[in-house]
């Protein structure tokens, strides 16, 4: 993938980066074959200059193909990142400190053939969607473990976090013993 669109800081690095599945133009192809359908059909029953219209059908999922080869979604370990646009480029980058909540969901089809959408909520912001992606749980536990809400154990924070409140706790117990004699 090409990395003309994206600077990463001094000390910054990529946790994840891909783009949606090639599935995700499923859509696209199923509206092209109606519309050259739709086009023939035109054409035997009006007007043969009507099948003209089929080009369209035709378009519809090569459209599809390169937006969707076009759109990039990466995870650093300072921000998150969209890239979309055919034509134009748009390259939207949020710094993790801006980061909420992540949350991921599959449907049926999606559970059964591993991907899904990664939710980021953003304060000030539009929210980010990283659809139809490989492995969404995995992808929103690496966000998660970027921004300090990743544990396997349920517990908010880092163990580096959780060392410095335990080294707070144990000075305010010793002055407060101290004080106490």
Do not use: C
Request: no cysteine; hydrophobic share 40%.
């Amino acid at each position: 993938m090409s990395d003309e669109w994206r600077w990463l800081d001094d000390g910054e690095s990529v946790v994840w980066e891909d783009r949606p599945r090639l599935s995700a133009i499923v859509d696209s192809l199923g509206v092209g074959v109606a519309i050259i359908g739709l086009a023939g059909w035109l054409a035997v029953q009006i007007n043969p200059w009507l099948a003209a219209g089929g080009l369209v059908g035709i378009l519809v999922p090569i459209w599809g193909y390169f937006r969707l080869t076009n759109t990039t979604y990466l995870v650093t370990t300072r921000a998150i990142w969209t890239k979309t646009g055919v034509v134009g480029r748009s390259v939207r980058r949020v710094s993790l400190s801006k980061v909420q909540n992540t949350a991921y969901e599959q449907s049926a089809r999606g559970s059964f053939f591993g991907y899904g959408t990664v939710s980021i909520e953003v304060a000030g912001g539009r929210d980010i969607d990283f659809r139809r992606v490989d492995d969404p749980r995995f992808i929103q536990e690496a966000i998660d473990d970027q921004i300090g809400h990743g544990s396997k154990s349920g517990v908010p924070g880092s163990a580096e976090q959780w060392r410095a409140i335990l080294s707070s706790v144990r000075g305010i117990r010793e002055t407060v013993e101290t004080r106490s004699q």
